[in-house]
Structures are given as structure tokens and as C-alpha cells.
């Protein structure tokens, strides 16, 4: 990692008596002066990194992007240069903060290893030209800019829809400023496009035929019924300014979408339609230069893992055994004996008992179930967490907007701000609602909402005095393995009792992550085609054949990510057996969770050791 000292001797240091969330390196008896300067260090890294990355500090609500701030004007810089303005900065950031010298019983040596680690996974296949790298991102290295899940086109419209602040006439102006920089902006996305397929990315075929309709949403529709339109309107609702700031507000946005976005986005289109042809027939990064090169990078940083391709493929394939042979003995108990497992899921997927109405009405008793369980699982937080960690934020339960929820995932979850003024949100996806079975959603919202990703992140948002850096990183294994323990951690705790269709839900959900071992390296490294990654995972999830496509298609997008989950998972669940085993009748599993949740996203080799030295 750079650092002379061990990892273990940074446990050390942590079991000596320093914590994560205290204040940077304060001195431990016995020392006269900090041994480092690591928090303010890791300061100026983290704002040399947002200032690269505008809209991730407007995501989280960093101080430069609060109250119309520098960083909430702009979009991030896509462009060849502000790539490689990136990559550099993260480059440089890496060295820095390698160079400080921590004594292994200064908490700024475990600061700086985490943060050291975040930026560590970004370089690693920096040499590899296409694409895009974000250090700070769930997705480490994706080597198509624009696709249908991801990129500019979607993520900027996101975070202004649904994250950006508009309280203040200040705020209200630097979105207004940010919309009329799309122009620019997406000038720069399609010289990097170009600059890709000059250095031999070309996208698969598939994934550049259903980016089409997600650029065509966004240039469909009357101005004023435009999700950014509607955004401004719902965010000045409760803003300090009068009625006349607001009518002005919307007449400038209105123009900025009509004469600089939405042509952006028609530019845009047309390069990817001009693409088309020219696009990959093969599904997987394999067949992009250095392609084996990006995707172990991936493995290592996403999975957490520096087991090969087949080793991890081998492991999916024994757990798909394992799991389907439990959905086996629970179907057969329910009197579901004909067909196999996969068959029969997707008959229980098509039981009008497990379906709601697929209209307003019924998409909104969705979304009523799905907080009763939040509710449920809250109430819950005393069997499995200290009660001095359990967070405070509040978590909103919303659909995934129209405009993108074609190729979006069935759920997912954004984090609240780091102010405290915008709560978390656990997105569920209604496009299909013949594909939202009600026996899936107790798992779906486990794992986005609580004590999955809302409880990990409100937790690791509410350190106040940690790094920024860790504050906000992602560390795909830690966070998804702990979303799909946390699945398993309501089973164990009894959530689905008198329940055997939930739990029937709960295994698919962890046979679907299974699968995902299997066709993601099936996909990357063995050469799969797209139809039969399909093939697979239908057959064996009985998951309905629109889920299956779009999670395909997403792991086409984004190579190694689907890989975190059940790794994570299962280094998760190993640790705590072997504390278990360790700590015999004194083993308490909120002291487990405690460990894991308590100081923020990390890697899951020094989780590990924390659990070791407890």
C-alpha cells in the first residue's frame, strides 16, 4: 500500500485506543506531538479530488457545492483532457498521501491506508486510455463513457434532479448556471467518445442500441413537463425567494433545456447512432485493447479479490448449487414440485396472490408495503446494533423516475448529504410491475434499505470528524457484501418465520448474486456471448426475462462490479464465524456489526483484522 507499517500494526494502533471518527492524529499517551499531519493532508486531498469531480461533492452535499457554491455550477469535465486531469490528479493525490509518516498508534495511519486504498484502485488501470475512472465511484473503471445504465447523459440529470439544493436564490442560480453549461459539457463527452474509439473501444452493439431511447426521453415531452423542469418547480417550493424569482428561474430554465441541453443531447444521439454499426458484436470488455487488463483492475478493486476469473467463476457455480438446493426443500414443502427451480419462480412471479395492480393505485401500495417493512426492520435495530451507532437520517422510499427506469436496476439507494439536509432514498423500479412480485420486495428492501445500505451509509456519513475521503468513498465489496448480509441477517433473526414465500424471494435474490459470479466472468474473461449470459441466469434465477436482459446488459456496462456482492458477502460472513468461534459465549453479533459499520467504508483485508484484534 506504500506505508512501511502493517496493516495490523494500524489495528494495533485502533485497539491502543484511537477510533476512526476522533480527530485526526491526536497524540496517545505517552507521545508529545502528532507523528503526522494526516487530517488536514486528507482534507486537501479530498478537495483536490472534488474539484476534478464537481458533481460528486454536489451528490454528497461537500462544502464547496452548499449554498450555490463553486462545485454545484459545473458539470465534471468528460472531455480526453479532463480525463486525464483526473487520472493525474488521482495519481497524485495516491503519492501524497502514501508519503505521510504515521506511527502505527496514530489514527492517521489508518485514515490515510483507507483513503491511500480508495485512490489505489483507481490507478491501477490508468494506462488504459478509453473510458472513464472515478476513484469515488461504486464502478472503479467503466470503459464505455456513455452507456444505457450510466455516464453523463444520466447522471447529471440525476444528481440535479433529485440531489442539488434549491433553497436558497444562490443555489436556485447554480443549477440554472450548471443547465446552461450542458452545451459545453457534452461537446467535451463526444470528443472523448471519439477519442475512445480512435484508441479501439468500440461498445458492444446491444448496449449502444439501448442508449438511444434513454437520450430520446430526455428530448421527448414538452419543455415544461421535463423531469428537470419539474425538478426546479418541486425544488423552489419551499425556497426563500417570491413568485416572481421563480417565474424568472423557470423562463431561464426553460431556455437553457430548449436551446443548449437538449440540442446537447441530440448531438450526443446522433454520435451514437452513427456508432451503431460499428459497435461490438461480443458482450464482454475481453475484446476492447488491454481488455483483460481493465477487467482484472476491476476484479481487485469491485470484488475486493485478487482470485482468478475461474476461481471466482467456480465459486458462483457452487453457490448456485447450494442455494438452489435449499429453494428445492422450501418449493417442495409449499407443494411446488413440477419444473425446475428457475421455472418454478417464474410461475410464483406470474401468481396474481404476489402481484399488484399495474396502475397508480397499485404502484403507490407498493410503495406503502415497502415502508412498513423499513418500519419493521428499524424497530429490529436493537437485536443486531449498539444503540449508539444505530443512525439517525431518515430514508425516503421512492420509484425510479420514468425517464430512466427502462434500463435501470430493479432498486438502488442514494446516500443522504453530508449536511444532513437531503435524507437517504431507496429507489424501487415500477417500469414492470408484472416483474415486482411481492414475496421479492422484504429482500429488495433489506438490502437498499435497512439494515442495508442506508443503515451503512448513514452510519459512515454520520462520522463527522473522519477524512472526507472516507466519508464518502466506495469500496463496491464492503458495501454490497454487507447489503447482501444484511439479507441474510433478518432471515437469521427470524423476519420470515411465517413467511415462506418471502423467504423463498430471499434465495432467489441470493442465487440471482451468485449467478452473477458466474455470467460476469462468464461475460469478461471466458468469452460468453450476451444471449447466452441471458440463457443462464433465466434458467436458473426464473427471474422474468425484462430483469434478466437489463442485469446483463448492466454487467456488459460495468465489468467486475456484479462481483462484490457475494464476495463481500462471504468474507463477511467467514470474519464473523471466526469470531464466533474465537469468542465463544462472549461473542455478541452487535459487537460484530459495530465493527464492520463503525468506522465507514474500508477495505474488507483490514475489516478483517479489526474483527481479528477485537
Not at 449554498?67 to 486531469?85: C, F, H, I, V
Not at 436558497?168 to 474509439?197: C, H, M, N, Q, Y
Not at 448513514?458 to 470528524?465: F, P, Q, V, W
Not at 426475462?545 to 448492466?554: D, F, L, P
Amino acid at each position: 500500500m506504500g506505508f512501511e507499517l502493517t496493516r495490523r500494526e494500524m489495528i494495533a494502533g485502533l485497539a491502543a485506543g484511537t477510533i476512526l471518527g476522533t480527530s485526526g492524529c491526536a497524540a496517545l499517551p505517552g507521545q508529545t506531538a502528532q507523528s503526522c499531519n494526516a487530517r488536514a493532508a486528507l482534507a486537501q486531498e479530498a478537495d483536490h479530488l472534488l474539484a476534478l469531480l464537481p458533481e460528486i461533492a454536489t451528490y454528497n452535499g461537500a462544502d464547496a457545492s452548499l449554498n450555490g457554491g463553486p462545485l454545484a455550477r459545473t458539470l465534471n469535465d468528460y472531455s480526453p483532457a479532463g480525463e486525464q486531469a483526473l487520472r493525474d490528479g488521482t495519481a497524485a493525490s495516491r503519492a501524497r498521501i502514501a508519503s505521510l509518516d504515521c506511527s502505527p498508534n496514530d489514527s492517521g495511519a489508518l485514515h490515510a491506508a483507507v483513503c491511500e486504498a480508495v485512490l489505489a484502485n483507481a490507478v491501477r488501470s490508468a494506462h488504459v486510455p478509453y473510458g472513464h475512472i472515478n476513484p469515488l465511484r461504486y464502478d472503479n473503471h467503466v470503459p464505455y463513457l456513455v452507456s444505457q445504465i450510466s455516464g453523463p447523459h444520466i447522471d447529471s440529470q440525476a444528481v440535479m434532479t433529485s440531489q442539488q439544493s434549491l433553497r436558497t436564490p444562490d443555489e436556485v442560480d447554480a443549477w440554472l448556471e450548471k443547465l446552461e453549461g450542458f452545451e459545453t459539457a457534452f461537446a467535451g463527452i463526444s470528443e472523448k467518445i471519439r477519442s475512445d474509439e480512435a484508441a479501439g473501444c468500440r461498445p458492444p452493439q446491444a448496449l449502444l442500441a439501448k442508449t438511444l431511447p434513454v437520450l430520446d426521453a430526455f428530448l421527448e415531452g414538452p419543455a415544461e413537463a421535463h423531469p428537470l423542469i419539474q425538478a426546479l418547480e418541486t425544488g423552489m417550493v419551499d425556497a426563500v425567494i417570491d413568485q416572481s424569482m421563480r417565474d424568472t428561474a423557470k423562463r431561464r430554465a426553460i431556455s437553457a433545456l430548449e436551446t443548449r441541453a437538449r440540442p446537447a443531447y441530440s448531438r450526443l444521439r446522433e454520435q451514437i447512432a452513427d456508432m451503431l454499426p460499428r459497435g461490438q458484436e461480443n458482450a464482454g470488455v475481453w475484446a476492447q485493447p488491454d481488455g483483460e487488463t481493465l477487467y482484472a483492475a476491476n476484479i481487485r478493486a469491485l470484488g475486493d479479490s485478487d482470485q482468478s476469473p475461474n476461481a471466482i467463476h467456480q465459486i458462483g457455480l457452487d453457490e448456485v448449487a447450494r442455494i438452489t438446493s435449499e429453494m428445492e426443500i422450501l418449493l417442495s414443502a409449499q407443494g411446488l414440485t413440477q419444473g425446475s427451480v428457475g421455472e418454478r419462480m417464474l410461475a410464483l412471479a406470474d401468481d396474481p396472490r404476489f402481484l399488484y395492480e399495474d396502475s397508480d393505485a397499485g404502484r403507490e401500495e407498493l410503495l406503502e408495503y415497502l415502508r412498513s417493512l423499513v418500519n419493521d426492520a428499524e424497530a429490529r435495530y436493537p437485536e443486531f446494533l449498539p444503540a449508539d451507532i444505530v443512525p439517525q437520517q431518515p430514508m425516503l422510499i421512492r420509484r425510479v423516475p420514468v425517464a430512466t427506469q427502462d434500463s435501470a436496476p430493479g432498486g438502488y439507494y442514494d446516500a443522504p448529504s453530508l449536511d444532513g439536509t437531503r435524507p437517504g432514498t431507496y429507489w424501487v423500479n415500477l417500469r414492470d410491475m408484472s416483474a415486482v412480485a411481492r414475496f421479492a420486495l422484504p429482500t429488495l428492501s433489506y438490502h437498499e434499505g435497512v439494515p442495508g445500505h442506508h443503515t451503512q451509509i448513514a452510519i459512515a456519513s454520520g462520522l463527522g470528524e473522519a477524512p472526507l475521503i472516507i466519508r464518502i468513498a466506495s469500496f463496491n465489496a464492503y458495501q454490497e457484501g454487507w447489503a447482501l448480509y444484511s439479507e441474510r441477517l433478518m432471515w437469521e433473526l427470524g423476519a420470515y418465520e411465517d413467511d415462506p414465500f418471502g423467504d423463498l424471494g430471499r434465495l432467489q435474490d441470493e442465487l440471482f448474486r451468485a449467478v452473477r459470479l458466474v455470467v460476469d466472468t462468464g461475460i469478461h474473461a471466458m468469452r460468453w456471448p450476451r444471449e447466452r449470459a441471458i440463457e443462464y441466469m433465466s434458467e436458473v434465477t426464473g427471474n422474468p426475462e425484462t430483469t434478466v436482459v437489463a442485469e446483463i446488459e448492466r454487467y456488459m456496462a460495468w465489468p467486475g462490479q456484479a462481483l462484490g456482492y457475494k464476495l463481500g458477502q462471504l468474507r463477511l460472513l467467514a470474519m464473523r464465524e471466526e469470531m464466533r468461534s474465537h469468542k465463544g459465549d462472549a461473542y455478541d453479533l452487535r459487537q460484530f456489526n459495530e465493527i464492520v459499520l463503525g468506522q465507514g467504508a474500508m477495505p474488507l483485508g483490514l475489516v478483517a483484522e479489526r474483527v481479528q484484534a477485537a
